[in-house]
Every structure is written in structure tokens, then in C-alpha cells.
């Protein structure tokens, strides 16, 4: 019965191996979510340096806000 115990709670045992394998499933979400904005970021940058004009408008709008002379900016606020 001890050794039942021991191999259940010890610091090699089976709780510390399921926390471990949670914590493990975590970071691998993790890194998956770092890759695919990796490679979104990639991608953006790979459009710049190639000077897509598509691409730099959307950038010069979205994050600078600017428009073109005959447009007229309309701010939405989503609740």
C-alpha cells in the first residue's frame, strides 16, 4: 500500500507527470498560436519589401489613418 502511495504522490509520480503533461499541452497551444503569427507576420513584411500597393494601403489606412484627398473618414465604435 505504501508503495502504491509513493508511486502515486512522489515528485516522479503519476500527479506530477499529469501536470506535467497538461503544462505541456498548454505551451504546444501556445507555440502553435506563435507560429501562425509568425508566419502572418512574415507575410506582411514579405508584402511591404515587394511593395505591394494592396498591402500598403491597407497599413497606411488601418494604422495611420490616412484616406485619400476625395474620401471622407467615418469612425465606427462596435459595442
Known amino acids: 500500500m505504501a508503495g502504491l502511495a509513493l508511486l502515486i504522490f512522489n515528485e516522479s509520480g503519476m500527479i506530477n507527470y499529469l501536470k506535467l503533461r ?11 498560436k506563435l507560429d501562425e503569427e ?13 511593395k505591394v500597393p494592396a498591402k500598403i494601403e491597407k497599413i497606411a489606412r488601418e494604422k495611420y489613418e490616412m484616406k485619400r484627398p476625395n474620401e471622407i473618414q467615418v469612425n465606427v465604435e462596435v459595442k
Open 22 to 32: 497538461n503544462e505541456i499541452s498548454l505551451l504546444q497551444d501556445s507555440l502553435n
Open 38 to 50: 509568425n508566419i502572418l507576420l512574415k507575410n506582411t513584411i514579405d508584402s511591404l519589401e515587394n
